[in-house]
């Protein structure tokens, strides 16, 4: 049938179209910044840890300096400038009052300033329910306050090459727990944009670095223990934190996992400057995670706090020790496990991945081949119809033209 071949020909045509419109769908922009560690700036010791990554851009950096000295924290600081430099005074930062030992220079270049706390780990009874907030006070054992955690030294755990870095740290008071395990915290910095090889294969820019939560051989203080991560944040008076659900048809990256979430800021009067705080909901069970190995991640509403940043942190050396006149900070809870899932108590592993970035967050659009499979499963009907049509109209005017009438 001509028709109908005319119409495959067309379908032929929509494929390698739909193909450059999906690989062009949420591809960020090839924009590269120049990345440098810096492990205890000014310091020659390795007692504690402080990570200076400082992310250079055209016109601007991005300075995120990562800290162990007290509860894991991060500080993103942006600058309008190039030659942006971080400081530190060690003297007052590891001093009861730490307030002004963090600073940038030149100190107008800052254009917006936010930190991240990873301040503490949740351990709660689920034979009832996995949900956080159904959980009753006495389903709780003693909370793991990160802030008390004895942290090992980044020598011999920070790679200039994979720009990486590895926070491990273990329970100094397990009260009574047999404490064998690990909490640690991967970073990882970024030039460019791309997308992550192992799961949940997050898509990055070069104005966002990655932080990995990693609970290794800790012992479960019940048989079917769930765990939940409290995360702290501050935001400069006015401005606002913004909680976001995105879901998305297409699960290529993430089998069955359909939803994006985000912490974002909401710039104060328009001005410059944003953040985020990008995840899957989804958890993983093993060291190099398949699809099979997924754990369901929960998060929930965020709460505003009336009070400052918990103690102790990196934070107080920037912000000061009064945030809560000039700065607001919020906290969110996100749950690991399901009623159903046994996967920490069987395996011993627990991670979780989330992007830390300035400016807008990564979107992701559809991929190739799932446009490829959406013109194929949309453009074969459209193709038989528009095929099928022509044909019927070509075999009646083959009718016509052969009619001869009776003289």
């Known amino acids: 049938m001509p028709g109908a071949a005319g119409g495959w020909r067309g379908l032929l045509l929509l494929l390698p179209l739909g193909w450059l419109a999906g690989g062009r769908a949420g591809d960020p922009a090839p924009y590269q910044r120049k990345i440098s560690l810096e492990y205890n700036p000014g310091l020659n010791s390795s007692a504690v840890n402080l990570l200076h990554v400082r992310a250079v851009g055209l016109k601007d950096t991005i300075h995120y300096v990562w800290s162990t000295i007290g509860a894991p924290t991060v500080l993103l600081l942006y600058t309008q400038s ?88 273990v329970c100094s008071n397990p009260r009574g727990t047999t404490w064998n395990g690990s909490i640690s915290f991967q970073v990882t910095a970024y030039e460019g944009a791309s997308r992550d090889g192992p799961l949940p294969r997050l898509l990055h820019t070069a104005n966002s670095s990655k932080v990995e939560f990693i609970m290794h051989e800790v012992a479960p203080r019940g048989n079917r223990s769930r765990f939940a991560l409290e995360i702290a944040t501050v935001e400069k008076r006015g401005g606002r934190k913004q909680l976001e659900s995105i879901r998305s048809i297409d699960d290529e990256y993430t089998p069955t996992i359909f939803e994006m979430a985000q912490l974002v800021s909401v710039p104060l009067n328009g001005s410059l400057g944003s953040s985020f705080l990008q995840w899957k909901t989804a958890a993983y069970s093993a060291l190099q995670p398949k699809r099979g190995d997924t754990v369901h991640c929960q998060y929930y509403p965020l709460q505003m706090v009336n009070r400052t940043l918990p103690r102790p942190s990196i934070a107080h050396g920037y912000f000061g020790e009064e945030q809560g006149r000039d700065y607001s900070v919020a906290a969110i809870n996100i749950s690991f496990g399901s009623e159903d899932n046994e996967a920490y108590e069987e395996n011993g592993h627990l991670s979780w991945s989330a992007l830390i970035g300035f400016g807008e967050p990564p979107k992701d659009g559809f991929s190739p081949l799932v446009i490829t499979i959406l013109a194929v499963a949309l453009g074969t009907p459209v193709a038989l119809l528009v095929g099928g049509s022509i044909t019927v109209l070509l075999t009646r005017k083959n009718r016509y033209s052969e009619y001869e009438p009776i003289n």
């Open 82 to 169: 190039q030659n942006s430099s971080l400081h530190v005074n060690w003297t007052r930062l590891l001093s009861p009052g730490p307030s002004g030992a963090i600073w940038v220079e030149p100190a107008d270049s800052v254009l917006y300033a936010t930190a991240v706390v990873f301040s503490k780990v949740f351990e709660y009874n689920g034979t009832k329910t996995s949900n956080l907030s159904k959980a009753h006070a006495d389903d709780f054992y003693p909370t793991y306050n990160l802030a008390n955690f004895t942290w090992d030294s980044l020598d011999g755990r920070l790679n200039e090459t994979t720009l990486t870095a590895t926070f491990r740290g």
